[in-house]
């Protein structure tokens, strides 16, 4: 006689099946990211200085965004924002060695995500404040230490064992970030590249030059930082050399992430896999005769981003939206994974976007990028919109700046120079101060908005220390 089972068990019985059904459909994420690699050095980005043959793979296999940001020009900063889906400067994390919050501690994205029933891997470079994540820390197991030499292969491990849960696997890179010692004509932590003949170096970027009403704030920066920017006395034939091992850097790491990739291939991962791959900044390149990181160009704050999504749906799509890596990445895995989004986070998920593969979706108006100099208290923040980009640091001459991000992507011309484009001006001026306002970004100064013509509301009224 076979005993009858309560209708209410039966009913919770379907329940369990159903969620634990909805979490075997969840998919994988992996995402890889590399340190200080700037958009255009990739060779599925059109550079034929550079050869990719790994990361253009992924662009193959998925969706390249044309418009990807970082929230942050520096690499805590900007590994804050991916991890904890805050802007820096709203929560103290704003500089290299700020410690992660308190109160943030329990709300990482590593964290989020392990609560919602993945496994969570995190291999290489951390810098949140340490290089190297504590193990069993953020949410993560710790599966390698910061460094390019081996991760690859503690990654490829990884993927190559049996998984009961889906996973959360960030692999996180060193390079082309070797670049700073190499300004600096210094050993590379992970060897050093032949020295070329000058001839086999690319040529200078078109915007080599800097433009006529650049902001003056840079030029000291530099001058009072040699140890970051070492490259005041380079010459023309010093950046073709930087330019070149630059690339070669690129192409190192590149070929590490071949290793992965060819294991997401032999352990057929691509069926229920999103990959995503991005950096956490750029770098100047020699536009400008800019070095590193802090600064607002172009070359710095937009950042690679790829994302390869199960199945390899709108494979080889190119998109226009805007992209924040920082804020909209951490808010697009929570909404992949089903993690709970924290309500005081920032940020808006790209997964619509992404599934549907139209470069005509509406997406967000604007995506926005703050800076605090390494190893200084200058700030600046930029507004990128569909047509334009407005860039303001907090002093100096010429310290607004403004380009038509469709004809001008090199920063040339400085619109904020010509009254024809006062209106626009205006309407990205209107736009961050809503954006500090919302945020509650204390101002430089005292009972002073940085948003030249804005006048601060009495609760913004606090100098940033």
């Not at 501690?105 to 609560?115: E, H, P, W, Y």
């Not at 998109?319 to 697009?332: K, T």
């Not at 640091?393 to 400085?414: A, P, S, T, V, W």
């Amino acid at each position: 006689m076979i005993k009858q089972i309560p209708m209410k068990h039966l009913a919770c019985f379907s329940l369990l099946c159903s969620s634990v059904a909805s979490a075997a459909e969840r998919p994988n994420i992996i995402y890889i990211f590399t340190d200080q690699h700037t958009a255009s050095a990739m060779s599925c980005a059109g550079n034929p200085d550079v050869h990719t043959p790994n990361i253009d793979r992924l662009a193959a296999a998925g969706i390249l965004f044309n418009n990807a940001y970082c929230t942050a020009p520096l690499s805590g900063p900007s590994r804050g924002a991916m991890f904890t889906g805050h802007y820096p400067d709203a929560v103290g994390l704003s500089v290299n060695g700020a410690p992660m919050p308190d109160s943030l501690q329990m709300q990482t994205l590593g964290t989020l995500v392990k609560n919602a029933g993945y496994d969570c891997a995190y291999g290489g470079k951390w810098h949140l404040p340490t290089n190297d994540l504590p193990d069993k820390e953020f949410g993560f197991d710790k599966i390698y230490h910061h460094s390019d030499d081996g991760l690859a292969e503690a990654c490829v491990k990884y993927l190559s064992r049996e998984h009961k849960k889906p996973f959360f696997l960030v692999a996180s890179y060193d390079n082309p970030h070797n670049i700073c010692e190499y300004a600096r004509s210094q050993n590379l932590p992970y060897g050093n590249l032949e020295i070329p003949e000058l001839r086999n170096c690319p040529g200078l970027p078109a915007n080599f030059a800097k433009n006529p009403y650049d902001a003056d704030v840079i030029e000291n920066e530099r001058a009072a930082n040699f140890n970051v920017y070492p490259s005041a006395t380079f010459t023309p034939e010093n950046w073709r050399m930087y330019r070149y091992t630059y690339y070669r850097l690129v192409e190192k790491v590149d070929s590490e992430i071949g290793k992965i990739v060819d294991a997401i291939d032999k352990n057929n991962l691509w069926k229920n896999t999103i990959v995503i791959f991005s950096s956490d900044h750029g770098d100047g390149i020699g536009a400008h005769h800019w070095n590193q990181k802090s600064a607002l160009y172009e070359e710095v704050v937009n950042i690679p981003f790829i994302v390869t999504l199960p199945g390899k749906k709108n494979a080889g799509k190119h998109l226009p939206q805007l992209i924040s890596n920082g804020v909209d990445f951490f808010a697009s895995v929570c909404d992949w994974t089903g993690a709970k989004k924290p309500q005081s986070t920032a940020g808006k998920s790209f997964r619509k976007i992404v599934e549907e593969g139209n470069p005509q979706s509406p997406h967000q108006e604007y995506v926005i990028t703050e800076t605090r100099f390494d190893g200084s208290k200058t700030r600046g923040w930029v507004v990128r919109s569909e047509g334009y980009k407005y860039v303001l640091y907090d002093k100096g001459r010429n310290r607004e700046q403004l380009f038509d991000m469709k004809n001008d992507r090199g920063e040339m011309r400085n619109l904020v120079m010509e009254n024809a484009y006062n209106k626009v001006l205006q309407m990205h001026r209107d736009i961050l101060e809503k954006w500090m306002n919302t945020y509650q970004i204390k101002p430089t100064r005292p009972k002073l908005h940085d948003v030249p013509g804005k006048v601060l509301k009495q609760q913004y009224q606090t100098a940033h220390k």
